[in-house]
Structures are given as structure tokens and as C-alpha cells.
């Protein structure tokens, strides 16, 4: 049965082949992905490599927690679930609401009357 682990604290500049380079000494790596900004698609610093077994995965933890690469060290772990979100929008902070402007509506100004 797969595994799925986390990989935290990574260098900006690691990519999805790195990960599966380094995690294949711990076993047979099935996926490696480096997650990625959506906008900017730079690294956010994490991601997530599958192991065969769970076997394999508890050889990865073993090997590569705590130890340093590129100067940090990673962190590694079984990745939790992934919590399924409500669906819609988030909050933006805007609230919706009449006019925020001084001097409100026009409401003191003289109106033309045509007879």
C-alpha cells in the first residue's frame, strides 16, 4: 500500500526531480511534487513524495528527519488528508454598503423643477 509524506522546509529552488533523486534512496518513490504559488509558480517551500510501502515511507522519515539539505533541515512526516473546504468564495475584508464618500448622497442640493 502507498504512502504519502509531507516534505517541509525545502529550498526555493528545489524541483519535482530532486525530490524524487533524494527519496529514492529510501525506497521506490511512486510521485514527487514541489507545491507551487498559482500565480507566481515559484516553490511555497513544501511538497509531497509517495512511497511504495509503508515500509518504504518509514525508512524516508528515518533517513531524511531532522537532516540537512541545502543548508536546512527537512521536516518529514506522513502527510495528513487532505480537510475538504466549504465551497464558494472566502472573505475579502470588503464589506458591501452605501457610499463611504463625506458629503453622503446630494441630499442638500436644490432641485430644478421644469412645470
Do not use: C
Not at 480537510?83 to 432641485?111: L, Q, T, V
Amino acid at each position: 500500500m502507498e504512502a504519502k509524506l509531507y516534505v517541509g522546509n525545502l529550498p526555493y529552488t528545489t524541483v519535482d526531480a530532486d525530490l524524487q533523486s533524494l527519496f529514492s534512496a529510501a525506497g521506490t518513490v511512486t510521485s514527487a511534487q514541489v507545491i507551487k504559488d498559482r500565480q507566481s509558480g515559484r516553490s511555497k517551500g513544501f511538497g509531497f513524495v509517495e512511497m511504495s510501502s509503508t515500509e518504504e515511507a518509514q525508512n524516508a522519515i528515518t533517513m531524511f528527519h531532522g537532516k540537512d539539505y541545502s543548508g536546512r533541515p527537512l521536516t518529514v512526516n506522513l502527510a495528513r488528508p487532505r480537510e475538504d473546504r466549504p465551497a464558494g468564495g472566502g472573505g475579502g475584508g470588503f464589506r458591501s454598503g452605501g457610499n463611504r464618500r463625506p458629503g453622503g448622497g446630494g441630499g442638500d442640493r436644490e432641485r430644478r423643477r421644469d412645470y
